[in-house]
């Protein structure tokens, strides 16, 4: 994870800021920085989307071919998530700086964006000989801490502007099965993203915990707590990082903190991205509170 430098004077004026309510950008404890959302910014792709959060920058690319079902999910297609650093987000990331990072990112991905969020068996084609598969490539173009948050967004605004060829299926000659990909690019399947949850990081500062850390208070934060919440305030998934210790009660606030900014994440999330797609556009910004 990307780190700066941060000296005793600074993390004295943020601690006392955070007890305050008020930051150092002017903030309170649960609230956003700016986040602007682009849609349909790679062409080769069925799906893409582009997140800026303060000085976070996360591009997301989705492609559709058509493969196997796994054996124990014959009924069912799935998800492949690859987490790439940029070594221009930060120079730690340079080399095989950012791989580490990489398959972190990754295996939470893989928890969150699960069968219970998404109606993976719509991408079956046929049961137990072919499938949907989604490859969904996450590159970090600039880092500025939060990188959990700007992630699970932009895959969520990603699936959203995917568009999966109809595939028809016909016997051919031998009684075997052919499959043909519509040429009509509006004839095409969408994927349903209503369950989709967003990730909510707060990182315990002193006595209380914050939204979406920046790199700076992230440097004096003992720990933080992933909560993963859906649209109706349920937690799907919740991780612990960072060396420092949490006491019980400070877990079930930063919980209960994450369900509530959560919820009132993806109100304004679904309704930009309707509207974008409704009005034609390819850009909106919006700044989201908690």
Partial sequence: MATVQVSEAEKVYILHGIR??????????????????????????????????????????????????RPLVPNEGYLEFFVDCSANATP??????GEELGIELSNMLYKVFNKHCLDLRSLCISEGE???LLYVDVLLL?????????????????????KIPRVHISADEDGGKEIELSDDPYDCMRVDVENVPCIVTLCKIGHRHVVD???????????????????SGSVTCTRKVGGGSLDPESIFEMIEAGKRVGKSLHA?????????ESLGKRRQKVGFLG
């Fill in 130 to 132: 072919h499938c949907w």
């Fill in 213 to 231: 850390a920046t790199l700076q208070e992230k440097a004096c934060s003992v720990a933080s707590v992933l909560v993963s919440v859906t649209h």
């Fill in 268 to 276: 304004p999330l679904m309704k930009l991205l309707q509207q974008e």
């Fill in 92 to 97: 730690e990331f340079e080399g095989r700086g």
């Fill in 20 to 69: 305050d309510d008020l930051r150092a950008d002017g903030r309170g404890c649960e609230d956003y920085r700016h986040m602007e959302i682009e849609t349909d910014v790679v062409s080769n792709t069925d799906g893409s989307a582009r997140v800026t959060l303060g000085h976070t920058a996360v591009l997301v690319g989705i492609k559709a071919e058509i493969g196997k079902p």
């Fill in 142 to 162: 600039q880092c500025d801490g939060n990188l959990y948050d700007a992630i699970s967004v932009a895959v969520k605004a990603a699936l959203f502007n995917t």
